[in-house]
């Protein structure tokens, strides 16, 4: 099960054992042990879980001292054929490479805010940064939502600033840039840090978790982290160290076979 509600996820558990069903759950996020209602909720149905499953080395050391038979998984698969870019979003972005030397990306899935009230994807903050600098920025914007946020707020986009809305491959627009950026208030096993990896291209992410061997860390909200992070890869050519990725899909076939045949 993958759920973000706690009090859905104990229920679940409940349900699973009372019925005698095998259940799998997967923390997304930094998963820490400290007293809270919500917290309660998970240390029950993590116990009560047949497979739990983590995502970062920090949420499985916690995990486990909660269940013995806690994973640690990838949520990556290696990106199939994706489907290509239309031809506006390609002009788009070739005429940003045409004028702007060094091109970065970003996505958001959806504007939200975290509980402290943080906007998740830190996109304003990268807007403001980009308005005032000479790098090119693409933003991913799937759901519209940032879109109509600008023009609501007639937030000013530069000329080195696009911002891609509707549905379209992520893939193919890391692919186009240099760097991807992840700004994120909070954050779970991003796919689209590991897919940037795995086509080769750097990425710079917030240590909101624990990121793969290759992410240069920045501190979410600072301008100076941001900026040198990107003069360091800029300096070095956008040289990344090798990560080795895992591909999820083949640890959770694994768990199911030896579910089934137990």
């Known amino acids: 099960m993958h759920c973000n509600s706690a009090y859905l996820l104990l229920l679940f558990s409940v349900i699973c054992r009372i019925t005698n069903t095998?259940?799998?759950i997967t923390?997304?996020?930094n998963f820490k042990l400290y007293f809270s209602l919500k917290t309660l909720c998970e240390i029950v149905a993590l116990f009560l879980s047949k497979t739990p499953i983590a995502l970062n080395k920090k949420s499985y050391e916690s995990m486990t001292k909660i269940n013995s038979k806690s994973n640690l998984f990838s949520s990556?698969?290696?990106p199939i054929d994706e489907k290509l870019l239309d031809t506006k979003f390609i002009n788009r972005i070739k005429k940003l490479s045409?004028?702007?030397s060094h091109?970065?990306?970003?996505n958001a899935y959806?504007?939200?805010l975290d509980q402290s009230n943080n906007e998740v994807y830190g996109i304003f903050q990268l807007i403001d940064f980009f308005n005032n600098s000479k790098l090119g920025l693409i933003i991913s914007d799937p759901s519209e939502s940032y879109t109509k946020l600008i023009a609501k707020k007639s937030i000013t986009l530069n000329n080195n600033i696009i911002i891609l809305s509707g549905s379209h491959s992520f893939v193919?627009?890391?692919?186009?840039s240099d760097c991807l950026i992840r700004n994120t208030s909070t954050d779970g096993d991003s796919l689209s840090v590991k897919e940037s990896l795995y086509l080769g291209k750097p990425v710079i992410a917030t240590n909101a978790v624990q990121r793969p061997k290759g992410v240069t860390l920045i501190d979410y909200g600072s301008n100076s982290s941001l900026q040198n992070a990107i003069s360091l890869l800029i300096q070095s050519n956008y040289e990344i160290i090798d990560s080795i990725l895992e591909d999820g899909s083949i640890q959770m076939i694994n768990i199911y076979k030896d579910l089934l045949y137990k």
Do not use: Q
Request: proline share 4%; net charge neutral.
């Open 172 to 176: 193919e627009v890391i692919k186009k």
């Open 27 to 29: 923390y997304h996020g």
């Open 76 to 78: 990556f698969i290696p």
């Open 98 to 100: 045409n004028n702007h």
């Open 110 to 112: 959806d504007f939200s």
């Open 103 to 106: 091109i970065f990306c970003t």
């Open 22 to 24: 095998y259940s799998i």
